[in-house]
């Protein structure tokens, strides 16, 4: 299973691009990233999944070098609403096995 | 419904005492999970279900804890002999298995306090 590690926690400052790296060395060829968001009181919700390259909607981007070792979440101009907890997840896409999250980045956004 | 319901939302128990959490999953996702949330910490992953079967149960914390499920549906969560360690939020994930792109979708947990 593969571990992902995080930044603890991060600051930014509304307007300005918050990119979160996520490192999983032993990423297994089958496994999918994806990138969930969690406020307080409330479960994590779904931002963005990705394979390889980059992948884009309407609230993120999500790069993922050749080697797929690592995944950064690219969130651009954030605003107070997008300070919460970002999670990286690492496993097969749709389920089918124990799905391992790490400790999470508590990103804080300022006025 | 719409998403993935957990009650109850909130559960008080004195130290001693048997819990049982719920999990109504979104229809149609046949795998569910449980993860344990402690107070400004990550989830701990505790079990997971395909379908009525639980191949992966190595994360329940002690013989305190079992969950099951029935009709590939409700599962439940139960605590026996709660203790105040077990103190957290409960969340539940339903999943739909197969369909790429298929993420987690979570209930809002439910916030168990052993007093």
């Known amino acids: 299973l593969a571990k992902t590690t995080q930044p603890i926690s991060m600051d930014s400052y509304e307007g300005q691009e918050v990119n979160i790296t996520c490192s999983h060395n032993n990423i297994a060829t089958n496994d999918y990233i994806t990138w969930y968001q969690q406020f307080p009181s409330q479960g994590p919700r779904f931002i963005i999944q990705g394979y390889k390259t980059k992948v884009t909607n309407e609230v993120a981007s999500l790069f993922i070098p050749a080697d797929r070792k690592s995944s950064t979440l690219s969130l651009p101009r954030v605003s107070l609403s997008d300070t919460a907890v970002y999670y990286c997840l690492v496993g097969l896409s749709g389920g089918y096995n124990k799905l391992i999250f790490g400790a999470g980045t508590r990103l804080a956004v300022h006025p | 419904g719409a998403g993935v319901s957990q009650s109850p939302s909130n559960k008080v128990t004195e130290k001693g005492k048997d819990v049982e959490l719920r999990c109504d999953p979104i229809?149609?996702?046949?795998?569910l999970y449980w993860y344990r949330q402690s107070l400004g910490q990550g989830l701990e992953f505790l079990i997971y279900?395909?379908?009525?079967?639980?191949?992966?149960k190595s994360g329940l914390p002690s013989d305190r804890f079992s969950a099951e499920r029935t009709g590939g549906s409700v599962s439940t969560l139960t605590i026996q002999r709660t203790q105040q360690e077990d103190s957290a939020v409960y969340l539940c994930?339903?999943?739909?298995?197969?369909?790429?792109?298929?993420?987690?979708?979570f209930g809002n947990g439910t916030r168990l306090t052993v007093t």
């Open positions: 229809s149609g996702h046949t795998a």
């Open positions: 994930a339903s999943i739909k298995p197969g369909v790429l792109n298929s993420p987690l979708h």
């Open positions: 279900f395909q379908g009525n079967s639980a191949p992966d």
